[in-house]
């Protein structure tokens, strides 16, 4: 009773630390310490060459012998027993399970130590959308994912894997590395490795099906999966095979929640520095003041003069205005998160097979994966602002002549009203300028297609006491991207420019530029249909189709690799063998994307990608060593050192080496102390190095107009980039007290110094520096008239920046026998201290930014997130609640009082969300080896709104009170 008394005391304070909020500064650990969601027990064996398969801690007292081979965090030596010096954090089964997940990516991103950047919450328009690894916040191309310890075709243009194309039922587990594992792992391991091992031994049949609905009655969701594995030839073969299809119908945009349909956003002050006020004011109610979907005009003596759906003019009722945007007045449910999706839609097909033969010391296998996603996005079309100057811009507003025969008749009498009536010396209003918000045929659809296929095969053995791995890859990616009622921009400026014409004494409205006396104009006008501009059903069909286009991106990616591994233990010190791990990889990657040829020529009016025909491929070798130096002598239970370097020689970026260097101390059996510092590197990825000059678009503030407007940027790829390069270290320890069994505390902390950072420089930090007065940067920048209005910039990819991020992470878990079943808690938090980007304005810390970046700024990092759990379950039921908590933070640290970055409020409160789920056994044998399942989850229990003025999906839940239902089997 005692010793039960003892664990629930431990157990209540651990789940009461967890959920509570936080005092002092905790963050995610990574350790040896195995998940509090089952999986208790170390995992089976992993191939010898196979990357990190998992972290094993020594087995209590109690627990049977472990006598599998373990290869520990990311190194490629295999070992029984002892943990790694460098951190790493288990996922498994049936905490996916628990969260009735559709993708493994989604369970990833709860974890604090990644930055969930990428989802279908986050990713709301053009992007790449998926699930996506982003540990530590530095982008997901700096984070390797493995499949079985193999590296996954990529499958965007920068070199990513979007993790919802594995297929989540049959994996075993995940395990994530969070330190620089170049030396071990090669190119793109600067912030660690995310490595999936899927369940080879899979035998029976396994099956799950569920369904999901938000309180709100939308975002409903599905997934049925079916998988089933078997031996042959008297158990020397075995053979898996397994799909998944999964469906997402999405969430609509921000007015279908009470929240959003509070209108947060912020006002541009131009006059900052004289009126008293921050130069952007958030505030609720803030909507468009240039632009409606039938037209507005919003400067000149015609101001406030708006078109009905029908063409026909009333009154605007302005607010209180601030440039583009005004807080009130008429307009509501228009601004800058009209139409765009909380939620992406999407649909989902994963197939899988694998067989493995063993024949005496050697196994031979074989495994290919297919998946395919659509996604379909419904986006706003390009929207004209009214009040800004006109320029070549996509979104400067429409300038009407008086002469347009579409001027409806009240409008057309106030013009000559005016023109009659106007002060002595002003000038005849011959023009007005008219904004307009992309709707009726401009309500675009964005539909990508991401299609990966992939085969391996290989084999592995033991000879004369050294272990060997070779294996042989090649996986296609194939991305399609296309753009329904995207905007011909030069075709739109044509049509909207009317004039009449009399032809047998009948008026009829022509393209002006059809009349024109150059040849070319009329040529380049040939087919031009006028449109009307006024009202949103007043256009003809044709004219619909002359000024819009579909846009289409047809992108393949392709990879192979082939490569071998040997791993022996020559000798042996006083304190145990030392082992030796060597190896050698080649890998080639080639991209090839194929836009339309509106698209090749930039005629659209945003998104308009470029030809790209670019390759590289790689030859690596790696040796690495680890030591024994003590062993089973007083403060030192263990003490080995483990060294690794790498050498690559990249066709594009020339040779570089990786090293590792780690010590792993065991003072006591209780405590561990563990440390590593590494050189990682990240070598460019193709769409850096060759793509030509790609359209975007991104607002910016202006210092020199005082204006926040859209302008057009280009980036461009440049061969002549060179790898990044990181400096890590991980320092910490494990506490597994004897005295507590199954209470297990890592504590790590972090330091990445990159250098070298390859980037686009962000729209608005290229205008900023040439200001302040970087001429180089001012060369990128197209501004026709002095003082007036940018029309595009250039931002192509150079090694620009520095970027450091230090924190620590924390993972605390105990587990312990409660009744018929376990009960176990676990608690992971990641506290970032620092979190800076050093560009040609200086250095500054993002760490405690959780606001959405504005004008296309740098993205910050919350400074402290926790994901806690508490479970209980039986062979008969089970029950689990998490709690993941984001910390308060700011909108913008930048931000300086008084200046061009000031801001009225600049403080995002923090959030907690609690997640409930549960599991019913309907059937079982007496073994627990078949059972039926009933399982179900309620996300967002309390139903809590994100924090003002969260938008994007990145922290913070959107969509609100959800639930999941469903059943799984297996036989």
Not at 476 to 484: M, P
Not at 489 to 507: L, Y
Not at 608 to 618: E, I, L, M, R
Not at 883 to 912: E, F, H, M, Q
Request: aromatic content about 10%; proline content about 6%; overall charge negative.
């Amino acid at each position: 009773m005692r010793v039960a008394s003892t664990r629930l005391a431990l157990l209540s304070g651990i789940a009461f630390a967890a959920m509570a909020p936080p005092g002092p500064s905790f963050a995610q650990q990574q350790g040896a310490a195995a998940p509090a969601d089952g999986a208790s027990e170390p995992p089976d064996a992993a191939p010898a060459g196979s990357p990190i398969p998992a972290p094993s801690s020594p087995p209590a007292p109690s627990d049977p012998p472990v006598e599998a081979d373990i290869v520990v965090s990311g190194s490629r030596i295999v070992r029984d027993g002892f943990n790694a010096p460098t951190p790493i954090s288990v996922i498994g089964a049936e905490q996916v399970q628990n969260r009735a997940a559709i993708s493994i990516g989604s369970v990833l991103q709860e974890a604090p130590a990644f930055r969930p950047s990428q989802n279908p919450s986050a990713a709301r328009t053009f992007t790449n959308s998926g699930y996506y690894a982003d540990l530590r916040g530095l982008d997901a191309n700096r984070t390797l994912v493995l499949v079985d310890g193999h590296r996954f075709v990529p499958t965007s243009n920068v070199g990513t894997v979007d993790l919802s194309l594995i297929p989540t039922f049959l994996v075993e587990r995940a395990e994530v590395v969070t330190g620089g594992a170049s030396a071990a792992w090669g190119s793109d391991a600067v912030a660690g490795v995310v490595n999936i091992i899927l369940d080879h031994k899979l035998t029976g049949l396994r099956g799950e099906a569920q369904a999901g609905i938000s309180e709100e009655g939308d975002g409903y969701n599905m997934k049925v999966a079916l998988g089933g594995g078997t031996s042959f030839a008297d158990g020397a073969g075995h053979i898996i095979l397994g799909a998944e299809y999964s469906y997402d119908e999405g969430v609509g945009d921000n007015y279908t929640r009470d929240w959003g349909r509070e209108e947060w956003w912020f006002v541009t002050n131009p006059n900052f520095a004289t009126n008293g006020q921050p130069a952007r004011i958030w505030t609720k109610n803030v909507h468009y003041a240039s632009q409606t979907p039938g037209g507005l005009i919003a400067t000149g003596p015609l101001r406030g003069t708006a078109f009905a759906p029908d063409g026909t003019p009333f009154q605007f009722n302005f607010g209180e205005v601030w440039g583009d945007d005004q807080i009130g007045g008429d307009g509501y449910g228009i601004g800058s998160w009209t139409g765009v999706n909380i939620r992406q839609p999407h649909e989902r097909v994963v197939a899988m097979g694998r067989v493995s033969f063993e024949s005496g010391d050697t196994s031979f296998f074989a495994e290919g994966n297919y998946a395919h996603v659509d996604w379909t996005v419904p986006s706003i079309g390009t929207r004209n602002f009214g009040t800004q100057s006109p320029s070549t811009s996509a979104f400067s507003p429409i300038v009407v002549s008086a002469d347009n025969p579409f001027i409806p008749a009240a409008t057309r009498a106030a013009i000559d009203n005016y023109n009659a009536a106007r002060p002595a010396g002003a000038p005849a209003l011959t023009s007005f300028q008219l904004g307009r918000f992309g709707t009726e045929n401009f309500q675009q659809i964005v539909s990508k297609a991401n299609e990966t296929a992939r085969g391996l095969i290989g084999a592995e053995g033991s000879f004369g006491g050294i272990k060997w791995d070779v294996y042989a890859q090649y996986g296609q990616n194939r991305f399609i991207r296309g753009v329904i009622g995207q905007r011909i921009e030069a075709n739109w400026r044509r049509a909207i420019d009317v004039v009449n014409v009399t032809q047998n004494g009948v008026s009829i409205p022509v393209c002006r530029d059809l009349l024109s006396p150059n040849a070319a104009i009329r040529n380049a006008a040939a087919g031009c249909v006028p449109y009307n501009i006024f009202g949103t059903g007043t256009a003809s069909d044709a004219a619909k189709a002359y000024v819009t286009g579909l846009s289409l991106q047809h992108q393949k990616t392709t990879q192979t690799v082939v490569a071998g591994n040997l791993q022996a233990e020559p000798f042996s010190t006083w304190a145990g063998p030392v082992s030796i791990a060597t190896g050698i990889e080649y890998r080639r990657e080639t991209l090839l994307s194929i836009p339309s040829p509106l698209e090749a020529a930039r005629a659209f009016s945003s998104a308009n990608s470029a030809f790209v025909d670019g390759s590289f491929d790689v030859k690596e070798g790696y040796v690495e060593l680890l030591v024994p130096l003590a062993a089973d002598r007083p403060f030192f239970r263990h003490l080995d050192v483990n060294a690794a370097a790498r050498y690559a020689d990249y066709s594009g970026a020339g040779s570089v080496w990786t090293w590792k260097a780690g010590v792993n101390w065991s003072i006591t059996d209780e405590f561990r102390v563990r440390a590593t510092r590494s050189r990682d590197v990240r070598a460019p990825n193709l769409t850096e190095m060759f793509t030509p000059e790609r359209n975007q678009n991104a607002r910016i503030i202006d210092p020199v107009t005082n204006t926040a407007y859209t302008v057009r940027t280009f980036s461009v790829g440049n061969r002549n980039l060179e790898p990044e390069v990181a400096n890590s270290l991980t320092a910490g320890f494990v506490y597994q007290p004897q005295w507590a069994s199954g209470l297990q505390l890592s504590v790590d902390y972090y330091d990445i110094d990159i250098d070298g950072v390859i980037n686009t420089s962000v729209a608005q930090v290229v205008l900023d520096s040439c200001v302040a007065g970087d001429a180089s940067r001012c060369a990128f920048i197209t501004r026709p008239v002095a003082n007036g209005p940018i029309t595009e910039m250039v931002t192509p990819y150079l090694n620009l920046n520095r970027f450091q991020t230090s924190g620590v992470d924390i993972e605390l878990s105990y587990r312990m026998p409660l009744g018929a079943g376990n009960l176990s808690t676990r608690l992971l938090a990641t506290y970032v201290w620092d979190y800076r980007l050093t560009d040609t304005t200086g250095a500054i810390d993002r760490s405690g930014q959780n606001g959405t970046p504005v004008n296309g700024g740098t993205v910050g990092m919350v400074d402290l997130t926790m994901n806690a759990t508490i479970a209980y379950d039986t062979d008969d039921f089970g029950v689990n609640l998490q709690a993941r908590y984001i910390n308060d933070g700011k909108i913008d640290t930048a931000a300086v009082p008084g200046t061009a970055t000031s801001l009225n409020i600049n403080r995002i409160p923090s959030r907690i969300y609690f997640n409930l789920g549960g599991k019913l056994v309907l059937t079982r044998s007496e073994d627990n080896d078949k059972k039926v399942e009933l399982f179900g989850t309620i996300d967002n229990l309390l139903d809590t709104d994100p924090p003002f003025p969260s938008f994007d999906g990145t922290y913070y839940d959107l969509v609100g009170r959800a639930y999941r239902l469903g059943v799984r089997f297996r036989y």
